[in-house]
C-alpha cells in the first residue's frame, strides 16, 4: 500500500520493515505476521487502527498462539485472533471492479461497500490497497480504454457511443471529453489538431524538453541532444500540431526546472498523461513513493495486486513520458541494483543521490 507508508530500505532488518508496515497500517500484511504491544499487553494484526506503538514496545509473531503464548490478548479492535482471509478480500473487490465495469455512471461508494458487507473507508481503502486505484479512478480508467477501443473500432462516432456501452450520446460527450483529452471525433483522426507547446532548455541533469497540451503536461524528456529530444516528442505525437512555445510559456519552465532540482518541493502544474488502465495504476504507484525511497518491480507488481507482473511493470516504466514527476527512477531491481532508466543509469543515479540527500 504505497500511498499510506514509506517504502523500506533494502538494507532494514525484516523487524524494522514490518514496523514500517504497522506505522503505515498495511492492512495487505494482515495474515502474514501479527505485532504485540508489550507495554499494553495487546497483539493487533498490522493493519489496525490503533494508535502507533513506540519501536521499542513491540514484538513480532507468526501466528496468534504464539503470541497468546507470550501473555498477550487479542486486540478488540482489529481481532487479530479471527481468520483472515485474504481471499474474501480479493473476492470482494473483484465483484465491485466487475460492477465498475458494467456501470455508465460514476461509482456510488456506499452501493459498492455494501455490496461486499464493509464499511465504506473500509472498502475504500481495501480496493484501493489491491488494485492500487481509488473505485472512482478505476472506473474512469476502464471507461476511457473503453471509449478508445471503441473509437478506433466503430465506424462513427455514433456507433462508438452505444459500443462504449453508454445508452445515449449526451452522458458519452459528457465523458469523452475528459477521458480522452480530446473531443471524439479528434481522437478518431489520431489526435490530428491538437496542439503542443514545447520548449528545450537546460538543467542540471542535462537538457529537458517540456511540452504541454490546454490540459496540462504532455511531456517532459531528459536527454543530451535537443534534436533527439524533439524528434522523440514528435514521435510520441505523431498527428498533434507541435509548435515551439513562445515567451509566455517560461513560468512553466521555471517550475519545471525547479521540480528537477529539488523533487521533494512537488510539481504543482497540472498533468495531461494518457495511458493504459494499467499503465496509469503503475504511475499512479510510481508516484506514491516518496523522494528518497526506492521500490522494486515485484514490489509495485504487489501494491496494484498483480505480483506476477513485474515484467509489465517494467514496460510501463519504460513507456512513462513524464520523468520525474512520476519516478520511475525511483524503481531499483529486487536485488537493489540501479539499473533500466529511458534517460540514462547515471542520471537515475543522480537522481536517487539527490532525493537521499535531502
Known amino acids: 500500500m504505497l500511498d499510506a507508508m514509506t517504502l523500506p530500505d ?61 501473555g498477550l490478548r487479542a486486540c478488540k479492535r482489529c481481532r487479530p485472533d479471527a481468520a483472515v482471509s485474504r481471499a474474501h478480500h480479493i473476492a470482494a473487490v473483484t465483484r465491485a471492479c466487475r460492477l465498475l465495469e458494467a456501470s455508465e455512471t460514476e461509482p456510488n461508494l456506499d452501493a459498492l461497500a455494501a455490496e461486499a458487507h464493509l464499511s465504506p473507508f473500509h472498502f475504500h481503502r481495501l480496493f484501493k490497497e489491491i488494485t492500487g486505484l481509488t473505485p472512482k479512478q478505476f472506473a474512469q480508467s476502464h471507461r476511457r480504454v473503453r471509449v478508445q477501443e471503441a473509437l478506433q473500432r466503430e465506424a462513427s462516432v455514433t456507433e462508438a457511443v452505444y459500443a462504449a ?57 531528459l536527454g543530451d541532444e535537443a534534436d533527439a529530444l524533439i524528434a522523440d516528442l514528435h514521435a510520441r ?48 504507484a510510481l508516484r506514491a513513493i516518496p523522494p528518497g525511497q526506492t521500490a522494486s518491480y515485484s514490489e509495485i507488481a504487489a501494491a496494484i495486486g498483480q505480483p506476477k507482473a513485474a515484467r509489465a511493470v517494467a514496460g510501463a516504466c519504460a513507456a512513462n513520458p513524464i520523468a520525474v514527476a512520476v519516478p520511475c527512477h525511483r524503481i531499483i531491481r529486487d536485488g537493489g541494483a540501479v539499473s533500466g532508466y529511458r534517460w540514462g543509469v547515471e542520471r537515475k543515479k543522480k537522481l536517487l543521490a539527490r532525493e537521499a540527500g535531502e
Open 10 to 70: 533494502d538494507t532494514l532488518s525484516r523487524d524494522d520493515r514490518r514496523y514500517a508496515q504497522v506505522l503505515a497500517r498495511d492492512a495487505s500484511q494482515d495474515g502474514l505476521f501479527w505485532y504485540g504491544v508489550m507495554t499494553t499487553g495487546v497483539y493487533c494484526r498490522p493493519g489496525c487502527a490503533s494508535r502507533a506503538p513506540k519501536r521499542q514496545n513491540v514484538r513480532f509473531y507468526a501466528s496468534p498462539a504464539e503470541a497468546q503464548a507470550d
Open 165 to 221: 456501452g453508454f445508452n445515449s450520446s449526451g452522458r458519452f460527450y459528457e465523458a469523452a471529453d475528459g477521458m480522452l483529452g480530446m473531443s471524439p471525433t479528434r481522437f478518431r483522426q489520431g489526435g490530428d489538431g491538437l496542439t503542443i507547446r514545447y520548449t528545450v532548455a537546460p538543467c542540471w541533469l542535462g537538457l529537458m524538453l517540456v511540452a504541454a497540451t490546454e490540459r496540462g503536461l504532455c511531456c517532459l524528456i
Open 237 to 284: 505525437f505523431p498527428k498533434a500540431q507541435i509548435v515551439p512555445a513562445d515567451a509566455g510559456f517560461a513560468d512553466t519552465i521555471a517550475v519545471v526546472a525547479r521540480f528537477i532540482e529539488t523533487p521533494a518541493v512537488g510539481l504543482s502544474l497540472p498533468l495531461d498523461i494518457q495511458g493504459t488502465a494499467f499503465q496509469q495504476r503503475v504511475w499512479q
